[in-house]
């Protein structure tokens, strides 16, 4: 798993340096570049595993690339398919994988941080990724996945008319959200999961329904479900990962 690990960090770091600075290329060369330190800070200088870094710095580049593009005129549905299939691939390459160690591993074995105690490097690059793309590209995946099945369009991203300006706080929530949602079922407690996904809908419900515009009531509850479902199933997919 050392391999998906370091490509959900290069790729969310990529992500991260977008919403902090938009800068073209620079963004995407950080988040390859580092995954690559990630990964020879964890040990994996074998020839396959330098052959992987270089794949999937040329990924994360990618990545970022086709989300910019998808965002000003591109179809949205080609970034997911360049995630999805790095995903992909990763996990059919994982076998070829060394353990992840190097200095991460002698770092984890001499930390006096309860929580990291006893952990190995491959779980701590698994974790450190999967917290970064709840914190990041969660949301670059629902905004495209809004694109790509219509419910907004990007010219009219950060106008009166996006719907996101109708529903504040979403860029915010949404990351706080997906990071409860995995804490709380690797703790064992799905049921408090699933209320805080009913308490989101419940609190959001008298907002959908406080515009004035039928139409406007219609685009804001097709928003919000797909958004939200899109948020929660790559909060699930982080689970998943997590829980092996």
């Known amino acids: 798993m050392s391999w998906i690990a370091v490509l959900l960090i290069g790729v969310a770091v990529a992500d991260l340096a977008h919403s902090i600075r938009p800068v073209p290329i620079v963004n995407e060369c950080t988040g390859a570049a580092v995954a690559v330190w990630a990964g020879l800070v964890a040990g994996l200088t074998d020839w396959p595993d330098l052959l992987a870094l270089a794949v999937i710095a040329g990924l994360v580049v990618l990545w970022g690339q086709t989300v910019t593009r998808s965002f000003a005129t591109g179809p949205a549905w080609v970034p997911l398919l360049v995630l999805g299939g790095s995903l992909v691939l990763a996990l059919l390459c994982s076998a070829w994988a060394s353990p992840a ?34 914190l990041s590209t969660g949301n670059v995946i629902v905004r495209l996945v809004l694109v790509a099945t219509g419910t907004t369009n990007p010219a009219l991203h950060d106008t009166p008319d996006d719907p996101e300006q109708r529903l504040k706080g979403g860029r915010l929530l949404g990351p706080m959200e997906r990071v409860l949602i995995v804490g709380l079922g690797l703790a064992g407690h799905l049921t408090a999961a699933s209320i805080v996904i009913a ?23 097709e928003y919000f479900l797909v958004g939200s479902f899109v948020s929660w199933l790559v909060a699930l997919g982080a689970l998943v990962l997590l829980a092996r």
Not at 206 to 211: A, C, G, H, I, R
């Open 101 to 134: 160690g190097g200095l991460l591993g002698e770092w984890l074995e001499a930390t006096q941080v309860p929580a990291l105690r006893g952990m190995s490097a491959d779980r701590a690059l698994l974790l450190t990724g999967a917290v970064l793309v709840l």
């Open 199 to 221: 308490a989101k809908g419940l609190l959001r419900w008298p907002e959908l329904q406080s515009k004035p515009e039928q139409q406007w009531i219609h685009r804001l509850t």
